[in-house]
């Protein structure tokens, strides 16, 4: 199985997913996670129809939208202050938001740009010591910030789950989805139309996650690496 293949194996599975489920196929977005891989797995994905990626990195998100600036680059990873300008340079949406200083500073940058920049707030739902993102509870005061950051949107939520069990990673996910309904169910209308993203489920659980209405696989070793296996 080349790169190609394994991208097209995945969607069709998802694809199947989706219908089995109830879904439309439209409606969940397969991220291909690059971290991994080069410049030439990245051409590799895009002859199997990958057109979204996903970077943990900034100097790798520099380089890669360098070289492909007709894909949408997505930053999954951990923000740093310093880096944030870079990100918000070529960030499609960024998955990873959990601190207030980096929403203002994100906010920031994107006014230089003169864009809008589309956020995730990340969720640390399984209240693992591991994970980051924000609690559950603090939610509803974070989302409050940033109505009142003009050039950012929050878009949805994003989380990752415990590994190892997919029963558990099922309920993480099921969680996020019951959080989201609850915080944009406050929201006032204009915000709620634009929160519409789940951005959960990887290599190893993302039907769970697409059966808890998951709207962003973030896909890694299942497409780039050779020994993956399930
Ligand atoms: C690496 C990574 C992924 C992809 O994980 P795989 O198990 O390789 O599919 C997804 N999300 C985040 C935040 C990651 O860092």
Known sequence: MTIADNYRSIRNELDQVCIDNGRTPEDVMLLAVSKTTDADGVAQAIDGGAHDFGENRPDQLLEKSNEFPGENWHFIGNIQSRRIG??????????????????????DHAEKFDKIQDCLIEVNVSGEVSKSGIAPEELPGFLELCEGLDNISIRGLMTMAPQGDLEIAQKTFHDLRVLKDDVAAKMNPQMRNSFTELSMGMSEDWVPAVIEGSTIIRVGRAIFSEKFII
């Open 86 to 107: 870079d990100i918000v340079s070529r960030a499609h949406l960024i998955h990873s938001l959990y601190s207030e200083k980096h929403a203002r500073l994100i906010n």
